[in-house]
């Protein structure tokens, strides 16, 4: 069953006094514990479909659906609590709030829910940590571990909460070959053993070899839908 | 909010120089701005009192009809019911004690040259009361079976060329307006902090200027010394009853007290205060420019941040919080500082005081206008101290609202660069 329906999201941008038509009516279903690649050239609309998925932006028309939920009609303050709730990123350059341990920058999606207590929250976190490994790591800034390790945090901040879906943008691309493959593994793993939807842009052709499913974008609209 | 309180103080540790630094604008702001008022305060306080204790005291009577001709200083308008009039005023529990006066034109010779004075007939027991001659006085001070005594201005005597135990010669006119001549010794010298009073002032005693003036005991002013206030508000509101209490009695007389008399140099401490205050505003306008520009600062450097902020689903007002914490948090460390940094100042100020006589030495210092000589103590002001300090936050507070909220409008897709 889908956890995300997309239906004919367009999405135009006006740049000066001319149109950019970002997508073209994209149509999509991705169904719960996906392990799925969104590819394209540059200016395909890789990234505008992936700012829609993660409530980061709105389309001009068409709908999008998290659960059965109808997202379009939500004002922003809306969007951005659907967004803390059941949405994990992962972003390219790691983006860890620096003057925050490993450990309170895996508390801090929590901590902004404010739903939990403080001690229920650090058990949750930890126990996160040593999912990804890093369990030594816990109270040292992103500035004194390495990117892989700063990524593996990020995948854990994203994770921390049991989101509906993950987005990851690029997540090997500031990454050696050898980190960038353990960083895979590990999404690949989360993935298998807690049925968590992954949704990531890549150009990186390790990423797409793992992928269950690869959704090729071209000039905003769908060209290939292969499902592996 | 623990969590924002952490970022924020950790942002300004993290930054610490430009914290530092933009702190000790405002501290510097805020200490400049109390150790001034402190002095300011002193020496205006010390002026005035000086002034009171010196020359004008704080509440003066005269008969109307010497107050018309008052600039020459006549004899003949003598108040009749000193008496009286002292009875009256013992009966006041502000007055603390009161002296007769009588002031006349003179001129001093020591055979070889002259030179015009203003002479002063006093009582000297009473008038050591009321007045504070004796602390700035050289040699000696009336003796009670003295004959001719005279006590002269260090700078007149220099400029005579005479001193203490030399005779000089006092011409004037008497109450019925002959001219006599007497001879004096000198038995003191003054060096007040009124240079006016310091280069013409000459004092005798009533006992004398009777056989020399024909005075028969005409006293042509009675001064009025009133208990010690601390605020100046407070002696003002005495002075204003004490008036009220003798017009009350005596409607005829015509009595003044200090804010008439004294109404230039309380109209000056009003202007300095007002400078004071326009002088800190500039500062504190230095230092919020120095906030908008270290938050804008931290802002533009953590846009990214800003952006997985809001990703992580932080609303825009606790991003506006989170930098206004920031902002608010450099505003009390530099408030702290800097009022910390007064108080010592100011302690200092009203305990050892800044000698000016001795920074000075034998120059006159000209406080805007009035004299002031000898040792400035600084003045505690609790309330401004404690305004102060929160206005320094509250300007930090204020000054972080623009960059605040220019983080929390930022657009989210363009701050986090995501896709």
């Not at chain 1, 921390?160 to 353990?182: C, G, H, M, R, Y």
Request: charged letters at 20%; a negative charge; proline letters at 3%.
């Amino acid at each position: 069953m889908a956890i995300l329906t997309l239906k004919e999201i367009k999405k135009e941008f006006t740049k000066g006094e001319q149109k950019v038509f970002a997508l073209r009516g994209v149509d999509l279903n991705i169904d719960k514990g996906e392990f799925l690649s969104i590819v394209g050239p540059s200016g395909s609309g890789k990234t505008t479909l992936l700012n829609i998925i993660g409530c980061l932006d709105t389309p001009t028309s068409g709908n999008i659906e998290y659960d059965g939920k109808v997202l379009g009609t939500l004002n922003e303050k809306a969007l951005s609590q659907y967004r803390k709730e059941n949405i994990g990123f992962i972003f390219q350059s790691y983006n860890l709030i620096p003057v925050l341990s490993v450990l309170e920058n895996i508390e801090l999606p929590m901590v902004i829910e404010k739903k939990m207590d403080q001690s229920e929250i650090t058990e949750k976190a930890m126990d996160i940590i040593k999912a990804v490994g890093l369990e030594s790591m816990a109270h040292r800034l992103p500035r004194e571990i390495s990117g892989g390790q700063e990524q593996r945090v990020a995948i854990a901040r994203a994770l921390v909460k049991n989101p509906i879906v993950v987005l990851a943008d690029e997540p090997t691309a500031n990454l050696d070959s050898t980190t960038a493959q353990e960083i895979i593994a590990l999404m690949e793993k989360i993935n298998q053993e807690r049925q968590t939807t992954f949704v990531f842009s890549t150009h990186d052709p390790r990423m797409q070899e793992h992928a269950k499913r690869v959704i090729v974008l071209k000039d905003g609209a769908i060209a290939d839908d292969e499902r592996r | 909010m623990n969590m924002l309180i952490k970022i924020a103080f950790r942002n300004l540790l993290r930054h610490k120089w430009r914290t530092l630094l933009t702190g000790i604008v405002i501290a510097f702001g805020l200490w400049i701005y109390l150790f001034m008022d402190s002095v300011m305060s002193g020496l205006d306080r010390g002026s005035i009192d000086n002034m009171i204790n010196l020359s004008t005291s704080a509440v003066k009577i005269h008969t109307a009809e010497f107050d018309k001709e008052r600039e020459s200083f006549p004899l003949n308008y003598g108040l009749t019911n000193i008496a009286a009039l002292e009875k009256h005023l013992a009966g006041h529990e502000r007055v603390k004690a009161c002296a007769p006066r009588t002031q006349f034109l003179g001129e001093l010779s020591n055979y070889e040259e002259s030179m015009p004075v203003i002479g002063t007939i006093i009582e000297p027991k009473q008038d050591s009361m009321v007045f504070s001659l004796t602390e700035y006085l050289k040699g000696n001070y009336f003796s009670e079976h003295g004959v001719n005594e005279i006590i002269l201005g260090k700078d007149l005597a220099r400029d005579m060329n005479v001193a203490i135990g030399d005779n000089i010669t006092l011409f004037a006119l008497t109450k019925y307006e002959s001219h006599n001549a007497e001879d004096f010794i000198v038995i003191g010298l003054f060096h007040t902090t009124d240079p006016t009073l310091n280069k013409s002032g000459a004092y005798i005693t009533f006992k004398d200027a009777n056989t020399f003036l024909d005075l028969e005991n005409t006293v042509t002013e009675l001064n009025v010394q009133l208990k010690r206030r601390i605020n100046l508000d407070d002696l003002e509101q005495d002075m204003k009853q004490v008036r009220a209490y003798i017009d009350k009695q005596f409607p005829k007389l015509a009595t003044y007290t200090f804010i008439e008399l004294g109404a230039g140099v309380l109209e000056l401490v009003k202007q300095k205060k007002a400078w004071g205050v326009g002088m800190t505003l500039v500062f504190l306008l230095i230092a919020a420019v120095g906030i908008v520009n270290s938050v804008l600062m931290s802002v533009y450097e953590r846009v990214r941040e800003v952006g997985v902020l809001r990703a992580l689903g932080l609303e825009g007002r606790e991003i506006v919080r989170m930098f206004m914490l920031e902002g608010t948090m450099i505003g009390f460390f530099g408030s702290f500082v800097g009022v910390l940094l007064g108080c010592i100042t100011i302690f200092v100020l009203t305990t050892v005081g800044y000698p000016l006589d001795v920074i000075y030495k034998d120059m006159y210092v000209d406080t805007a206008g009035f004299p002031y000589w000898g040792t400035i103590y600084g003045e505690w002001n609790v309330p401004l101290i404690i305004g102060t300090f929160l206005f320094g936050i509250a300007t930090a507070f204020l000054a972080s609202i623009y960059p605040a909220r220019k983080a929390a409008t930022m657009s989210v897709i363009q701050a986090i660069r995501f896709f």
